[in-house]
């Protein structure tokens, strides 16, 4: 009993939230027979896949890189970057979230075969593999997650991912399981993609006409399972995207030696992603402002995506960006704080970097005559915010609060936030309004960088591989939409790979800034995190740069940590090296 007893909590630390699930212990509590002809329980199960999604809710963990500051104190990823990084202290841990959601999915396919999905025997068939289809991706975004924060070189020499879990794990279950190899996890998750492409549609889509290719039966059917009322669940689409962005980690230095994904592996699975969106010509022209096309944002209804979104999180009305990242004027906390390095990584708008003598730029006038995103992604001083235009003034010797180190709440950089905020939220107390925001889970820019990184890597700049459009072609595309043309700078690196390679990453910097690929791109790229975060000191008009926070990462610090609990609990497991 006692040994039972020891299991039983084993498990309940490992698998937060699914001690419901084994035999229960509690009377009232339903167990898993209780699936078989009730449908709609057994897609709650499943559902425990969705609610566990990590890209659900905004991070903000630029402040742990060279993009950003927070001016509260209590942040973790400002203690992560001061510091504070532990194997028990990690604000970047997937562990148990993906490993729970992963149980879960296990239970579900382990079960849904069992599961009377409808009274008509093949729309049921019907159901059951589209389901199935929607666990097997949703096992494999997992899979990549947790490869994100936690693979890592382990003491033994060897490139180490996590456990591979395919069945559910049980009271009487061994959970002493050693990591498998990143290259073992890796094909597990391409796997599984290849499992969920076959049984998912492209599209949740109404369809009329001709039955889709690869499906059976009536349209009527057809629409009744794969239509568009399962808009958001994962997607055929949706597991091709995941496939590129898990090729894209283990093809980049950090991962590139302990596993056989390629560049061109990477390039390929990007490509034929972006093919099946018209190419280059699919990049949407208001792509870059996608968090204010206020009229597209309030148009969307029925899980239906703008052109620059694939896969997103529900439409809610509120003001909690906004509340915390305004400046004090607005009402707002000043949260995050863009840095100078990303100020300074924002070329001019001829595409010249600022620090070239053809950029023409003028350090004493330094935000005129700049690639627009940057007054579009970072509010400067003497810039306009808010709904009523109100002049923010973040120089050290303004007399608003908004000014420089003025109180708590104020700006340690110089900078505040713009990007991700709607500027008709108002917040003023007498006045207060809530307007529409939604979180993307994956967009379609992110997935074109991708490609240019990845086939600059495999065939160089203008190389195009069998998809008749190059790193070149994307990162000419994405500069001209932001009102960079013509882009003279491009077409003097257009040969060079190397320098292609700095301008694919920086695009990237800017392009994402603020949505949580900096830390996670800095690492695998083996790049320096330690590079001290500097603001602007603004005084009588004179412009000087200040260090504002250092950063205080170690070597082993580009793979994350296994949690030492579990280092404690399961002897199987190797800890990374350095944790």
């Given amino acids: 009993m006692t040994r039972r007893l020891f299991r039983f909590l084993a498990i309940v630390f490992v698998l937060s939230g699914c001690d419901d699930l084994f035999d229960p212990a509690i009377e009232n509590n339903r167990g898993l027979d209780d699936m078989y002809e009730e449908a709609t329980y057994a897609q709650g199960i499943l559902l425990n896949g969705y609610t566990r999604i990590p890209s659900g809710s ?74 199935k289809g929607e666990a097997y991706g949703l096992r494999a975004m997992y899979m990549y997650h947790l490869l994100q924060s936690h693979a890592g070189w382990g003491e033994n020499g060897e490139l180490l991912g996590v ?38 549609p492209l599209d949740f889509e109404n369809v009329s006409g001709e039955m889709p290719s690869g499906f059976e039966g009536n349209l009527d059917d057809y629409n009744r399972v794969f239509g568009d009322f ?130 023409g730029y003028d350090p004493a006038d330094p935000y005129t005559g700049r690639d627009p995103r940057l007054k579009t992604y970072i509010l400067v001083n003497g810039d306009t915010a808010g709904p009523g235009n109100t002049t923010i003034t973040t120089a050290a010797d303004g007399n608003t609060n908004d000014a420089l180190n003025k109180v708590e709440t104020s700006t340690r950089t110089g900078y505040y936030l713009r990007k991700l905020l709607r500027q008709d939220v108002n917040l003023n107390p ?68 190397a320098a292609m390679r700095e301008l694919i990453r920086n695009e990237r910097r800017l392009e994402l800034c603020f949505e949580g690929f900096r830390f996670w791109d800095l690492r695998r790229w083996t790049a320096d995190l330690n590079e001290t975060a500097r603001g602007v000191q603004i005084e009588n008009g004179n412009h000087q740069a200040i260090d504002v926070e250092n950063r205080r990462y170690l070597e082993y610090m580009n793979y994350g940590p296994v949690p030492y609990g579990e280092i404690l609990k399961f002897n199987a497991l190797i800890q990374n090296k350095g944790w």
């Fill in 58 to 131: 905004w991070s903000f963990n630029d402040v742990a890189t060279d993009d950003a500051v927070s001016n509260n104190t209590g942040n973790n990823y400002l203690k992560m970057a001061t510091g504070q990084w532990t194997a028990n202290n990690n604000p970047v841990n997937q562990w148990t979230n993906s490993r729970a959601a992963i149980q879960y999915l296990n239970i579900f396919l382990a079960e849904a075969d069992k599961v009377t999905w409808a009274n008509d025997e093949e729309v049921s068939h019907m159901f059951r593999d589209r389901l």
């Fill in 163 to 200: 456990p591979i879990l395919l069945e559910p794990e049980t009271p009487e279950s061994d959970f002493n399981q050693p990591r498998a190899t990143f290259e073992a996890c890796m094909q597990q998750l391409y796997s599984d993609i290849e499992q969920a492409t076959a049984l998912l």
């Fill in 230 to 359: 399962a808009r958001q669940r994962m997607s055929g689409r949706i597991a091709m995207a995941v496939r590129a962005q898990a090729a894209l980690l283990a093809a980049s230095p950090a991962y590139s030696n302990g596993n056989t994904t390629t560049w061109a592996d990477a390039a390929g699975y990007a490509g034929e992603f972006l093919t099946l969106n018209g190419g280059v010509g699919g990049i949407a022209p208001n792509g870059w402002t996608w968090y204010s096309n206020v009229s597209e944002i309030n148009s969307l209804e029925a899980g239906v995506n703008p052109p620059e979104i694939l896969w997103r999180g529900d439409i809610s009305e509120s003001n909690g960006l906004e509340s915390d990242h305004f400046p004090p004027t607005l009402y707002g906390n000043g949260r995050l704080n863009p840095t100078q390095n990303l100020v300074d990584a924002f070329p001019m708008a001829n595409g010249y970097p600022i620090g070239e003598a053809a950029s």
């Fill in 430 to 497: 007498v006045t207060t309004n809530n307007q529409k925001h939604y979180k993307p889970r994956i967009r379609y820019t992110e997935l074109y960088l991708s490609y240019a990184e990845a086939a600059n890597e495999a065939w160089g700049p203008t190389g195009s591989g069998s998809f008749g459009f190059s790193a070149y072609d994307v990162i000419a595309a994405i500069r001209s939409r932001a009102g960079i043309a013509p882009d003279d700078y491009l077409e003097s690196v257009k040969s060079d790979k």
